[in-house]
């Protein structure tokens, strides 16, 4: 396949890029920064833009099978208004209906949502600590979520607990359409795995995944 993949340049973006390249799939990184992406691959391709910007991604889009947005704000920009998830998200889509690209594999947040897998200690912090610390990035996860179930795509919504920079163990369990049992933690390179190893998979089509060790 040939895979687009927006934050590419960090965490499981990168880590993506790499599992992806390893399967011998073709890759597509978009970045506002390519001189700073450090990996070269005869199969890689690193072009410049910015996706708020819609006129600086959509030449990027043709020949591509699948899209994979990993994008988030980097340091303090986490806990400060924004609007990266959403107003990116709907510049992607816009592209991707414009380029006949219908396959949309997306990372949000488990903690969006206080679940009824989750055990009581790990309620309490979700709703009391890290839905307050993180409620600007939360609020427009929320809406981009909203704008990709609300779109015509095979889309795939990943929501992950807890992220580590573990090695890739290619095992951890995933619910999909459904709430995971004692959600704990994942290393960003078994997230990159799973989005890698289900390009293709049906099964999660217009479905949320929850995923975890």
């Not at 910007?53 to 994008?71: C, M, P, R």
């Not at 990709?148 to 573990?166: A, D, E």
Request: net charge positive.
């Amino acid at each position: 396949m040939k895979i687009l993949v927006f934050g590419a340049s960090q965490g499981i973006g990168f880590q993506v890029v790499k599992k992806a390249l390893e399967e011998g799939h073709g890759v597509t990184g978009i970045t506002r920064n390519p001189d700073q992406f450090t990996l070269k691959h005869e199969h890689l391709r690193i072009i410049k833009g910015d996706v708020l910007n819609l006129s600086t991604i959509k030449a990027g889009f043709e020949g591509h099978d699948a899209v994979v947005s990993v994008l988030g704000p980097k340091g303090s920009g986490n806990f400060k208004p924004t609007v990266l998830f959403s107003k990116g998200v709907e510049n992607i889509i816009r592209a991707m209906q414009d380029s006949d690209v219908d396959r949309l594999i997306c990372i949000s947040a488990l903690g969006l949502e206080v679940t009824p897998g989750m055990s009581l200690p790990l309620k309490i912090i979700t709703k009391r600590v890290l839905q307050p610390l993180l409620k600007y990035s939360f609020s427009d996860l929320r809406k981009m979520e909203s704008i990709v179930t609300g779109s015509n795509l095979q889309w795939t919504i990943v929501r992950p607990p807890s992220l580590n920079n573990g090695r890739r163990t290619g095992k951890y369990r995933m619910a999909i359409g459904e709430y995971i049992d004692n959600p704990g933690k994942i290393s960003r390179a078994d997230v990159a795995d799973f989005i890698v190893h289900h390009l293709s998979d049906q099964e999660t089509y217009r479905e949320r995944v929850e995923i975890s060790y």
